[in-house]
């Protein structure tokens, strides 16, 4: 499709088992991000990921979460040992690599809704 | 480090009346701005950005807004709103093209008929 995929739309899940989140960023978009949208909490910024760079994990809030991009496209987020803090929609967002000011935007997936009970 | 703070979690404006969502940024560097909207159930959809040059934005929707460096504000507007309008708005900074984007808490706004 033309905008950015998200994998699963819903997901329940028990306390202490791992999850695996997947986004399909738009084609040829070398930024890729991971947002998390709680309750009351507004938008927290996970990780990003641009082109060949290291990725930026200053926003992961514990060693259980990780995510990884393969070949540049597909990345996923694992959560391991989910908590129940954990429940939040995940957002993964894509935008066009850096270059002139005007090519800033970044597109957002309908998020996965991560329920942990 | 970038920073939003958007004041008013809520709003409510009765249809017909002006719109104002208020946004205000901190950045070390000229900053990128943005608001998005998000419909309930859905992902974000952006408004309308800043990057550089005229200082007033018009974006979807009939909204705009305005680069205020004095003030470091970005706040949105909307002569009219509308019963459609009503949802969630969050304004947003990044540094650089194509960088991260540091969201504010979000403003719910409520339309009344």
């Known amino acids: 499709g033309a905008g950015v995929s998200q994998s699963p739309s819903n997901k329940v899940t028990e306390k202490g088992k791992d999850v695996e989140l997947r986004c399909d960023p738009i084609?040829?978009?070398?930024?890729l991000y991971w947002y998390r949208q709680s309750l009351g909490q507004g938008l927290e910024f996970l990780i990003y990921f641009q082109g060949n760079s290291a990725p930026d994990k200053s926003g992961l809030p514990s060693d259980r979460f990780s995510a990884e991009r393969t070949g540049g496209s597909v990345s996923t987020l694992t959560i391991q040992r989910t908590q129940q803090e954990d429940s939040a929609v995940y957002l993964c967002?894509?935008?066009?690599?850096?270059?002139?000011?005007?090519?800033?935007?970044?597109?957002f997936g309908q998020g996965t809704r991560l329920t942990v009970v | 480090a970038q920073s939003v703070t958007q004041l008013g979690s809520h709003v409510s404006v009765s249809e017909g009346a002006l719109v104002l969502l208020r946004c205000n940024y901190s950045?070390?560097?000229?900053?990128?701005l943005f608001w998005y909207v998000q419909y309930p159930n859905q992902g974000l959809q952006l408004l309308l950005k800043?990057?550089?040059?005229?200082?007033l934005v018009k974006g979807i929707n009939g909204f705009e807004a305005e680069f205020k460096k004095s003030e470091t504000s970005f706040h949105l507007t909307k002569p009219s709103a509308h019963m459609s309008d009503a949802a969630e708005y969050f304004c947003a900074v990044s540094e650089s093209s194509g960088d991260k984007l540091t969201f504010g808490t979000g403003t719910r706004l409520a339309v009344r008929p």
């Open positions: 800043y990057t550089t040059g005229a200082t």
């Open positions: 084609s040829g978009h070398t930024a």
């Open positions: 950045s070390s560097v000229p900053p990128y």
């Open positions: 967002a894509s935008s066009p690599r850096q270059g002139a000011r005007g090519r800033t935007e970044a597109f």
